[in-house]
């Protein structure tokens, strides 16, 4: 059986989703999933590798081997918001980094995996950053700065989208949708695979007809937390049918 998971935004400032997440993978081994992807924006932030020493980095990274040595196939592919994660993290939380897209082949069913920043095509300013930041040169400039500045930077960045999120009051209108006619085109270069995305934040089962054929698509939600309990969901395959469920952990 698989699972996809996304959105988590793991920092030290959310320790209710943190501990939903340990439970989460600790469940999997009894519940028989031996495949977990995670389809981006797994951390809050992400500033480079040599960040791994990080105490709360450690404590997921340390959490993420201990699944692998269970014998959970851990696989992830970047989000906008932890791009930077690369191979050193992934050896040493015995993970796959995934490009995006990812087309994922099971026995029965054929799945396109992404992260869902890319879709997202009606937000011009999102596109032309995301271009700088994905490439080589702006991240070997970026990386070659201390670890200091970098989280520095990021900080700034943090604080400068909590303003605009707070401008703009709900999050509906922070975090444009993905664009029809690109998810048409997505669906077709990628065989009508079965979509599965995330970063929107807007959950739902989507049909779309693409040159005639019935296609779908599957947002996953972001997770949460407030003082009384902490929620997100996953999409579960289990070789026949896609079905999402709730995840839930109460906090004293
Ligand atoms: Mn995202």
């Known amino acids: 059986m698989l699972t996809f998971i996304s959105d988590l935004h793991l920092s030290p400032a959310v320790p209710g989703i943190t501990a939903l997440f340990e439970a989460f993978l600790a469940s999997l081994p009894k519940r028989q999933i031996n495949s977990l992807y995670i ?10 590798d040599d960040d791994c020493r990080d105490p709360y980095n450690a404590r997921i990274i340390a959490a993420l081997r201990q699944a692998a040595d269970q014998g959970i196939e851990l696989n992830l592919l970047h989000g906008n918001r932890d791009f930077l994660l690369g191979q ?5 939380a ?11 082949s099971v026995v029965t069913w054929q799945f396109v995996l992404s992260h869902g920043d890319a879709l997202c095509t009606d937000d011009q300013d999102y596109q032309a ?19 200091a500045e970098r989280k520095a930077i990021a900080a700034a960045l943090r604080q400068r989208s909590e303003a605009i999120k707070a401008e703009k009051r709900d999050e509906a209108n922070y975090l444009m949708d993905v664009n029809a006619a690109t998810v048409e085109d997505f669906l077709r ?17 989507h049909d779309h007809i693409v040159d005639g054929i019935h296609c779908e698509r599957w947002v996953l939600s972001d997770w949460h937390q407030d003082h009384t309990r ?3 969901d996953c999409l579960v395959w289990d070789g026949d049918t896609l079905q999402r ?3 839930e952990l109460p906090l004293a």
Do not use: C, M
């Open 88 to 92: 050193d993290f992934a050896t040493a």
């Open 245 to 247: 469920e709730s995840l």
């Open 94 to 104: 015995g993970l796959r980094l995934l490009p995006d897209p990812y087309v994922l």
């Open 189 to 205: 270069d990628n065989g009508y695979a079965t979509l599965i995305h995330g970063h929107t934040h807007r959950p739902e089962r």
């Open 129 to 147: 950053f995301r271009a700088q930041v994905r490439g080589h040169a702006w991240q070997a400039d970026f990386l070659a700065k201390p670890l």
């Open 39 to 48: 389809l981006g924006d797994f951390f809050d932030h992400w500033v480079g």
């Open 230 to 232: 902490a929620w997100g």
